[in-house]
């Protein structure tokens, strides 16, 4: 306190206007000149005793801030009373309840981003172990050529699965990263399901499925063709995952004043209830899931749609199927 010039000079000026007034008064009238030094001294002394509390008060706030950068947010410096210095620490402890949110928020991220680089780590591990086999049994002299060839198939699913891997990846940070811009068009919903269905069309045949599609060829949607498709492709793929052998799968679309909806559904080995609440959940594999099952399809088929302004839901039990809804933004 007495090293602040402002401080110092004030306590200087009211002395000095408390000795001249007693000097004028001295002479004019010599009892009120003594009374006049005591009043001055008690204003000096109640000016020194405010300042030195308003001190004591800001140093408290040093303290708080300092605790602050040091990570604890368990203060409350909240106080009712009136005044200049009570207004700051109500402020000071609305910017701490920001910072404690975030500070909160970012450790959820770190610990997000920690599992998601361990997941990924997890699932780039396999194929690669399994590439590493496969190359050095490659490398045998007396290799059989149906083995060679065999085995040059199965190097090259496990590219296409880490090639796979990476893509959905890259599209989920940038999903994450609000980097994807949507577009906001009108269109068929038919023109989706088409453009999601052309590529599983030979998985499908390959187990022998049967792909029952049907709706309103007038149903139009708000949104982006490209993306939509990717997400309902997502599903689609979960669906012939874990639909058996000559399974069916039914898409069903349509639309209304609300909504458009786009319905899939299999009679496959169905979903566990426990498992329900998660599947949406990145890198989450139910207990019914594939061995191959990397656990992202369906966590990118639900940012995307959220993305587009539209939502997805799951039905199922185990034994009786499941049925996915899609619901978009309407085309009217």
């Known amino acids: 306190m007495l090293r602040d010039k402002g401080f110092r000079r004030t306590v200087f000026l009211l002395g000095l206007v408390g000795a001249g007034g007693a000097l004028v008064l001295y002479f004019l009238n010599e009892p009120v000149c003594y009374l006049w030094l005591l009043f001055s001294a008690l204003s000096i002394a109640v000016f020194i005793g405010s300042t030195a509390h308003r001190y004591r008060e800001i140093g408290a706030l040093s303290a708080y801030l300092r605790r602050i950068s040091e990570g604890d947010f368990t203060l409350d410096l909240r106080d009712n009373k009136e005044g200049e210095l009570s207004i700051l620490k109500n402020e000071i402890y609305k910017v701490t309840a920001v910072l404690s949110t975030q500070a909160q928020a970012l450790g959820k991220d770190k ?3 920690a599992d998601a680089v361990s997941d990924i780590s997890h699932q780039l591990k396999t194929p690669l172990t399994s590439l590493y086999v496969m190359t050095d049994l490659l490398s045998q002299p007396d290799l059989p050529d149906d083995r060679r060839a065999e085995f040059a198939h199965n190097i090259r699913s496990q590219l296409e699965r880490i090639e796979w891997l990476v893509t959905s990846l890259l599209k989920l940070s940038k999903l994450d990263a609000g980097a994807v811009e949507f577009k906001r068009e009108v269109m068929p919903v038919k023109a989706v399901v088409d453009k999601a269905v052309q590529p599983l069309l030979i998985p499908i045949e390959i187990k022998e499925q049967t792909l029952q599609i049907e709706g309103d060829e007038r149903a139009r949607f708000t949104g982006d063709l490209n993306w939509t498709a990717e997400a309902l492709l997502n599903v689609l793929k ?26 899939v559904e299999d009679n496959g080995a169905g979903i566990d209830r426990a498992d329900l609440p998660y599947i949406f959940k990145r890198f989450y594999k139910g207990r019914g899931a ?6 992202i399809g369906l966590a990118m088929s639900q940012s995307i749609l959220e993305g587009c302004g539209g939502s997805i839901s799951v039905r199922s039990q185990p034994g009786a199927g499941t049925q996915f809804c899609i619901r978009l933004r309407h085309g009217g």
């Open 290 to 295: 594939h061995a191959d099952s990397v656990g």
């Open 238 to 263: 979960n669906c012939i995952e874990h639909t058996p052998e000559r399974g069916v799968i039914r898409i069903r679309y349509g639309d209304n004043p609300l909504f458009a909806e786009i319905t």
């Open 111 to 113: 610990r997000t981003l």
